[in-house]
């Protein structure tokens, strides 16, 4: 039995303390690396004075600190909430992914950046307003690759815009399917009201015509009906 703060010393200079102090238990080492085995030949910690702790998986090194954090190798799991206060920078190396299976959530006003200078930023604003911004400047796209796109409102239950490969686009008011893009231009349903209206081809109407203004006809005109 050793009494509080008697140390048990090791090495021919003492560098290996293990002590005891009444609260608190010690290993302290004076002198290279302190390391733990779990067994002969197979490493669990190191630990470098003035420098990282290593933590070993099978005698391959997972993980280590460094002077700015910590550095993991192979794959993180994180079964609860991860709390980012700084950024986060991610690169892609050798085809491997981010992938996040639960909910992933960023506050108000905090950005989730893409590109290598930040070209592409979405984010959520405490005004309740939500962004989808491309930064790169002139020339840069912004790309939606997808068979159909349809833009919903908040809950989900009514359409405001439907996008369709090899067909119509299509803008909706409330509900209700207003305008239609087609083979020869574009479909109105309703009343469409125009300061402007220049026709190049064909326009068929199925309802009154109300002009309160000239009208300037290049062409033929057929009007068919009352």
């Known amino acids: ?19 005891h102090d009444a609260t ?13 085995d779990s067994k ?9 004075a003035d420098s990282g702790v290593h933590i070993f998986y099978d005698n391959t090194k997972r993980l280590e600190t460094i002077s700015t954090g910590a550095s993991v190798t192979g794959d993180l799991y994180i079964s609860g909430d991860l709390y980012v206060s700084d950024d986060i920078t991610y690169d892609e190396i050798a085809g491997r ?37 491309e930064t790169a400047g002139t020339g840069s796209f912004l790309y939606i690759d997808t068979n159909k796109l349809v833009i919903r409102n908040a809950a989900g239950d009514e ?7 090899d067909a119509a686009s299509e803008l909706y008011y409330d509900g209700a399917n207003v305008f239609q ?19 190049t081809g064909i326009s068929t ?4 015509l109300d002009i309160n203004a000239s009208i300037d006809v290049s062409g033929n005109t057929v009007l068919n009906g009352d």
């Open 205 to 208: 109407f199925g309802g009154n």
């Open 1 to 19: 039995t050793f009494q509080d703060s008697v140390k048990l010393t090791f090495g021919a200079q003492s560098d290996l303390s293990i002590w």
């Open 97 to 133: 992914n981010l992938k996040i299976t639960g909910v992933g959530t960023f506050y108000d006003d905090v950005p989730l950046y893409f590109g290598d200078s930040q070209d592409l930023k979405i984010w959520h604003d405490a005004d309740g307003h939500s962004y989808i911004q």
């Open 181 to 199: 893009t087609t083979p020869q231009g574009v479909n109105v349903t309703g009343v469409t009201t125009s300061l402007r209206l220049n026709v």
């Open 40 to 48: 002969t030949g197979e490493r669990a910690l190191v630990g470098i």
């Open 24 to 36: 608190n238990s010690y290993i302290s080492n004076n002198t290279g690396e302190l390391r733990i």
């Open 159 to 165: 359409t405001q815009a439907a996008f369709t490969q």
